[in-house]
């Protein structure tokens, strides 16, 4: 039970990722504007940078491949897009804070799953190395 668990939490997690990383380059535009508004520079890059790192971070999630950096990597990820994107603590036209607020507190859980993700496989790497 606790490996089937395990299992669909990492690809949950995986699908919660790759999703958003695809639609970074449907949606271009949209989100090189909402980057902007908050006042980000090296817009294209970044933003770039993170549909890369989140479709492949949830391709390996999926395969069970590298967890531990990837979990490791998308917690960053997310802290620095909550810290850029999700400021509720700053005002910005056309942004609602209340959304921005439930974004940010969400990620939040979204992070700990990813560093609990991280915490169990270094945990499983470690009794099957043991074991050996």
Known sequence: MQSALIHMGRGLLAIYFLLPGIMKFVSWDM??????????????????????????????????KKVVVCALGLAVMVLLINLNLHDFWNVYEGVDTKHETQNFFKNLG??????????ISMEQSTSTANAN
């Open 31 to 64: 989100h090189v504007s909402l980057m902007e508004t908050h006042g980000m520079v090296m817009v294209p890059a970044l933003l770039a940078i993170a549909g890369v790192t989140q479709i492949g971070a949830s391709i390996c999630l999926f395969f069970n």
């Open 110 to 119: 979204i992070m700990a799953g990813l560093l609990l993700l991280a915490a």
